[in-house]
């Protein structure tokens, strides 16, 4: 039965199982199934994930208020950090409800990028169900446990900082030179190319990193090095 490994999902993943199981179907639902399926399945997760977005946002940003007195800035910065895709599809990988999705053949197989982004915006589309199903304090306390929760850790690693910036910030510090970027390697279709990319200060490499994109490549070499210059400290 279609409802069964769904509800079993509920029991074992979320701690209660749905009224309107539709619903949590229906968050796992990525419209590339719909596309494929138009006979049968006509409702996809994408007005779910509106919702949830909504719901994630409010709940995030009202845990920060209430725990923190910060400025709005890094308020901010916090909660972008709880909240973008990243973060939540992590949280979705987690919960292994990537079997659960239904998607068409071919996103079945796309790369790791698409893979995130569809757990990310299945995780909102989840938030969304729980919501509607059992409302927003059962809603909240699904967003404390799998996504407040990490900020300490955020916090510590400084991962909520720009990497760039900050990584700009500590060179110019310690070695007195701006950051330079350089590719190294761009390999694979357009469609998902992956870029490796090196950071520099001034002649002397410090890190590498590989993205879906130069920026994202830039983002990852940045990180690598704050670590390395944290380690020589």
Same mark, same amino acid.
């Given at each position: 039965?279609?409802?069964?490994?769904?509800?079993?999902?509920?029991?074992?993943?979320?701690?209660?199982?749905?009224?309107?199981?539709?619903?949590?179907?229906?968050?796992?639902?990525?419209?590339?199934?719909?596309?494929?399926?138009?006979?049968?399945?006509?409702?996809?997760?994408?007005?779910?994930?509106?919702?949830?977005?909504?719901?994630?946002?409010?709940?995030?940003?009202?845990?920060?208020?209430?725990?923190?007195?910060?400025?709005?800035?890094?308020?901010?910065?916090?909660?972008?950090?709880?909240?973008?895709?990243?973060?939540?599809?992590?949280?979705?990988?987690?919960?292994?409800?990537?079997?659960?999705?239904?998607?068409?053949?071919?996103?079945?197989? %796309?790369? !790791?990028? $698409?893979?995130?982004? *569809?757990?990310?915006?299945?995780?909102?589309? /989840?938030? &969304?169900? @729980?919501?509607?199903?059992? %409302?927003? !304090?059962? $809603?909240?306390?699904? *967003?404390?446990?799998?996504?407040?929760?990490? /900020?300490? &850790?955020? @916090?510590?690693?400084?991962?909520?900082? !720009?990497?760039?910036?900050?990584?700009?910030?500590?060179?110019?510090?310690?070695?007195?030179?701006?950051?330079?970027?350089?590719?190294?390697?761009?390999?694979?279709?357009?469609?998902?190319?992956?870029?490796?990319?090196?950071?520099?200060?001034?002649?002397?490499?410090?890190?590498?990193?590989?993205?879906?994109?130069?920026?994202?490549?830039?983002?990852?070499?940045?990180?690598?090095?704050?670590?390395?210059?944290?380690?020589?400290?």
């Amino acid at each position: 039965m279609l409802i069964a490994p769904y509800q079993q999902f509920a029991r074992e993943k979320l701690g209660f199982e749905f009224n309107d199981p539709q619903l949590l179907i229906t968050a796992l639902t990525h419209r590339s199934y719909v596309n494929e399926h138009r006979k049968s399945v006509s409702e996809h997760n994408e007005r779910l994930e509106f919702l949830g977005d909504a719901v994630l946002e409010l709940v995030v940003t009202d845990f920060l208020f209430r725990n923190y007195n910060e400025q709005e800035g890094i308020l901010t910065s916090w909660r972008a950090a709880l909240v973008r895709t990243e973060s939540i599809g992590e949280a979705g990988r987690k919960l292994d409800y990537e079997s659960l999705i239904r998607m068409s053949r071919g996103e079945k197989q %796309g790369g !790791d990028r $698409a893979r995130q982004q *569809i757990l990310a915006n299945a995780f909102e589309a /989840l938030i &969304g169900a @729980i919501y509607l199903d059992h %409302g927003y !304090d059962t $809603a909240a306390i699904f *967003i404390t446990e799998h996504i407040t929760k990490t /900020l300490d &850790g955020i @916090i510590e690693t400084g991962s909520w900082r !720009d990497p760039k910036s900050h990584l700009q910030e500590v060179m110019q510090r310690v070695d007195s030179v701006t950051p330079r970027y350089v590719v190294l390697e761009e390999v694979g279709p357009d469609h998902d190319k992956v870029f490796t990319l090196a950071v520099y200060a001034g002649s002397r490499l410090v890190s590498q990193g590989t993205g879906a994109s130069k920026q994202a490549a830039q983002q990852e070499a940045a990180k690598a090095a704050l670590i390395a210059y944290k380690a020589s400290q």
